[in-house]
Nanobody, 125 residues
Framework: QVQLVESGGGLVQVGDSLRLSCAAS?????????MAWFRQAPGDEGEFVAT????????MYADAVKGRFTISRDNAKNTAYLQMNSLKPEDTAVYYC?????????????????WGQGTQVTVSS
């Protein structure tokens, strides 16, 4: 069983940066798989933010964060990161880390088997 723990959230001002971390414990039989970030604002259904393949060579971003956010991973540390720059009030949400056993899981939440508890990001104007 894989457990994911997010950290790095907080309260920042418009234009600031934050880096979220997602530490994975417990390897699956197939090793570290694809990892991703999703977010959910109050009253929203939640949305995909970014995903990265097992190797770290392939990634994809939501249009809303493209050019501002960067997803990365360090497989030796079993950790994924989300570097968030030029933050906007609309980035305010709980950010969830997700992982799967496969090498690539895409943008749909139902493709991810493991989920963290979330970390709050609040961008104040």
């Amino acid at each position: 069983q894989v457990q994911l723990v997010e950290s790095g959230g907080g309260l920042v001002q418009v234009g600031d940066s934050l880096r979220l971390s997602c530490a994975a414990s417990g390897r699956t039989s197939s090793g570290n798989g694809a990892m991703a970030w999703f977010r959910q604002a109050p009253g929203d259904e939640g949305e995909f933010v970014a995903t990265i393949s097992r190797s770290g060579q392939s990634f994809m971003y939501a249009d809303a964060v493209k050019g501002r956010f960067t997803i990365s991973r360090d497989n030796a540390k079993n950790t994924a990161y989300l570097q968030m720059n030029s933050l906007k009030p609309e980035d305010t949400a709980v950010y969830y880390c997700a992982a799967d056993d496969t090498i690539w899981a895409g943008t749909r939440r139902e493709r991810y088997k493991y989920w963290g508890q979330g970390t709050q990001v609040t961008v104040s104007s």
